[in-house]
């Protein structure tokens, strides 16, 4: 339904109730014919996806176009959307097109909402849902009816949370508490009551994730109270009720009953699994993994910690906050001695991160370009109305104060992010001497698994120290093939004796190579840091610039462009 929480499927009772609101808000602009009410109960006892329903759907949706009723065609097409398996999308199309010839602003809203719900339930499509949900607005702004503006509404809040502004998310599900509070009560029609009960309960879960965001434990406590006093107790709010033992479990997480979170987490886990909410279950895990930490149960908690990886890995998507799960991983694993695994958990974050800030990056762009400029502007006209317009003033440059504020403060925490990679690249230049490479030849090792004689591996090895001694990894367009002409073997010998005695395959060994040469050529020599990035990526052997930087971040931990600078920057200041 419209306000199933952040990113679990759309479920029975999203559709139901958006092709319920629909019949019952324009049925003053519908036809009277009981032939379309005829074709609904026909179909309406099926189950969501229930491909069975076109029998009589396609009838009605043929019927409603021979009488060109658009706004009876825009509810088939709801309808359609319910028990299509998979094209739920070209339906919601097909809703927007008839909501536009019906010439209904509030169809039109109620279609692009919609589409909306699909992207955020169905595809995990934050952005496109966002961009949905802002033409929504548009058409919405005005009418009279308030259950269509506030399902929007809620929507924007949740975005608002994502992106961390807990406060202003916050004022939104207290709108939305108020609203729906209101209409679950007198003698209104069991439907209406049961999802303005649904919206209800997930606005209080959103004002909870603020409240508990912003360390308000009493006011998340007041909350969690109200929410087990309102939650029916029967299986339709099975899924809410979940979301509830978990804030439930962060709440006593927070107050370090970490026996009494684990137990909340598991209770919710059942009702977030019924449904594929991964990505509440993922936070769930997470937080079951952080629990065991504290108690001192170690291997438990990587093991729930495996499991937000594996959700990740499946979904591409994951909560900001659940990003320190991959410090803990990697963390584990080196001091574990385990660099394969380091070396996977380190590379997984740095999708975590990509993931999150082009979320983050577009979002919060649209979100205050497209909503809250325009909220702003909104404003501003009422206020000049009523000549108010000294105050207009002051609200716009405080909103303006504000953005620039935030705007400061991401940039000086990238600035500190970046200063302390550079302080642990600096360490790792020390502790592997990059700034000045080892001359030793490598020499024949008898613990190594190497199957070979040991006149081969020796003078493999020697060709080793000579080609790295000699710079010959510069060489561009180098093969494994190629060396091993070069070293006249073949090319399983020298990949074994590459595998054992520097404990990667080929290509790695290579990138390694080239990075370390790349970065003490530019931590000690001064014309090296006047060099373009794509003149420091061709003098180390890479073909491009990309490719030299993305390898070059995934060892060192920072960009080469951060690095130099933060070089130059270093040496000024001592100078």
């Known amino acids: 339904m419209i306000f199933t929480e952040r990113y679990p499927l759309i479920r029975r009772a999203f ?49 409603a176009k021979s009488k060109k009723n658009y706004s009876e065609l825009f509810q088939a097409y709801k309808d359609a959307i319910l028990f299509s398996a998979d094209q739920k999308m070209k339906y919601a199309d097909s809703a927007i097109a008839a909501a536009k010839q019906s010439g209904n602003k509030d169809l039109i809203g109620d279609a692009y909402l919609s589409k909306g719900a699909i992207y955020y339930f169905n595809h995990r499509k934050f952005q496109l849902a966002l961009n949905e949900y802002l033409t929504a607005y548009e058409y ?18 949740v975005v608002k949370s994502y992106l961390g502004y807990y406060e202003e998310a916050l004022e939104i599900f207290k709108e939305c508490i108020t609203f729906f509070e209101i209409n679950i009560k007198g003698d209104l029609h069991e439907n209406i009551i049961y999802n303005n009960t649904k919206g209800y309960l997930n606005s209080l879960h959103q004002a909870i994730i603020c409240y508990q965001a912003l360390g308000k434990k009493e006011d998340v406590k007041k909350l969690l109270t109200i929410a087990a006093a309102s939650t029916p107790k029967n299986k339709d709010f099975i899924l809410e ?19 009494d979170a684990i137990r909340d987490f598991d209770l919710a886990l059942p009702g977030l699994m019924k449904v594929n909410d991964f990505t509440w279950i993922s936070y769930v895990y997470f937080y079951k993994g952080e629990s065991y930490r504290k108690l001192g149960k170690q291997e438990l908690a990587i093991e729930n910690y495996k499991k937000v990886d594996s959700i990740f890995n499946k979904h591409k998507f994951i909560l900001p906050e659940l990003r320190s799960n991959y410090e803990e991983l990697i963390t584990y694993y080196k001091k574990k001695g385990s660099p394969e695994n380091e070396l996977y958990y380190t590379n997984q974050l740095l999708k975590v991160d990509s993931v999150i800030s082009s979320d983050f990056k577009y979002l919060s762009t649209r979100i205050y370009k497209d909503y809250d400029t325009k909220q702003l502007l909104e404003v501003k006209e009422n206020l000049e109305k009523t000549n108010s317009y000294g105050f207009v003033l002051l609200v716009i440059s405080g909103v303006v104060i504000v953005f620039l504020g935030f705007m400061i403060f991401y940039r000086l925490r990238k600035q500190k992010q970046i200063q302390e990679k550079y302080n642990k690249l600096l360490v790792k230049i020390e502790e592997d001497k990059i700034a000045h490479p080892e001359t030793e030849p490598l020499k024949f090792d008898q613990t190594k698994n190497v199957k070979l004689d040991q006149n081969i591996v ?3 090895l020697k060709d080793i120290s000579n080609f790295e001694a000699n710079e010959k990894f510069l060489e561009k367009g ?44 530019i ?11 794509e003149h420091i990526a061709s003098a180390s052997g890479f073909s491009n610039r990309q490719s030299f930087s993305n390898i070059f971040l995934e060892i060192n931990g920072i960009r080469p462009v951060d690095f130099i600078k933060k070089r130059i920057k270093e040496l000024e200041s001592g100078e």
């Open 478 to 521: 180098l093969t494994l093939k190629k060396l091993a002409e070069y070293f006249k073997t073949n090319t399983s010998y020298l990949s074994q004796v590459i595998n054992e005695y520097k404990g990667s395959n080929f290509s790695v060994y290579i990138n390694v190579l080239r990075i370390n040469y790349a970065t003490q050529k």
């Open 523 to 533: 931590y000690n020599d001064k014309e090296w840091r006047k060099y373009s990035i």
């Open 15 to 63: 559709l139901m109730y958006c092709c319920l609101f629909a019949s019952i808000l324009f049925s003053q602009s519908v036809s009277k014919d009981p032939t379309y009410e005829e074709f609904r109960k026909k179909y309406w006892e099926y189950e969501e996806n229930d491909i069975r329903a076109f029998v009589y759907l396609d009838q009605y949706i043929d019927y």
């Open 241 to 259: 009720k979940s979301y509830f033992e978990k804030s439930r479990g962060v709440s006593d997480f927070s107050d370090k009953k970490y026996p």
């Open 458 to 460: 020796e003078k493999l």
């Open 140 to 157: 919405l702004e005005d009418s009279k009816d308030k259950l269509p503006k506030y399902q929007n509404l809620y929507h924007i809040g």
